[in-house]
């Protein structure tokens, strides 16, 4: 009799935790899915401002490209590299940690390796106060 109810207590105890510990992987699996979204709108208009930059390198062989088309050609360039290696950066064992410390060291250095894509993905959905959004445009890498 003794025994019958611990093993009730037990399985009605183990319910509770599996309870606990789906609910929780429902919720890590709902934040990894709006994650991948996110990462794949960056990288949708990152792949739309490349194709821009290919098609002004080729009008700039055929001589056809104006110094600004250039600039922006350029500028853009400069940020499919830091999509390159912040893609890198993703795919090391310890990411999670990885690009966090990576990304402090830089801004340290004052260099600015999050391309901006998805930069501004991220002021879209945190928009600062008037005065927070002075203080960081101070501390933002000039990179």
């Known amino acids: 009799m003794i025994m019958m109810?611990?093993?009730?207590?037990?399985?009605?105890?183990d319910k509770v935790a599996m309870s606990?510990?789906?609910?929780?992987?429902?919720?890590?699996r709902l934040e990894a899915i709006e994650l991948l979204l996110k990462?794949?709108?960056?990288?949708?208009?990152?792949?739309d401002q490349t194709?821009?930059?290919?098609?002004?390198?080729?009008?700039?062989s055929q001589g056809e490209a104006s110094d600004e088309d250039m600039k922006k050609a350029n500028e853009q360039f400069r940020n499919f590299l830091k999509t390159i290696g912040?893609?890198?950066?993703?795919?090391l064992?310890?990411?999670?940690?990885?690009?966090?410390?990576?990304?402090?060291i830089g801004k340290r250095l004052g260099v600015d390796i999050i391309p901006k894509s998805?930069?501004?993905?991220?002021?879209?959905?945190?928009?600062?106060?008037?005065d927070q959004a002075q203080n960081d445009s101070e501390d933002e890498p000039k990179t």
């Open 5 to 13: 109810l611990v093993a009730v207590t037990s399985t009605s105890s």
């Open 20 to 28: 606990k510990f789906e609910n929780a992987l429902k919720k890590v």
């Open 39 to 47: 990462i794949r709108k960056g990288l949708d208009q990152e792949a």
């Open 51 to 60: 194709k821009e930059m290919i098609l002004t390198y080729l009008s700039f």
């Open 86 to 91: 912040f893609g890198a950066l993703a795919i």
């Open 93 to 104: 064992p310890f990411a999670p940690l990885t690009i966090p410390t990576v990304v402090s």
């Open 118 to 130: 998805f930069r501004h993905l991220y002021k879209k959905e945190h928009p600062k106060k008037p």
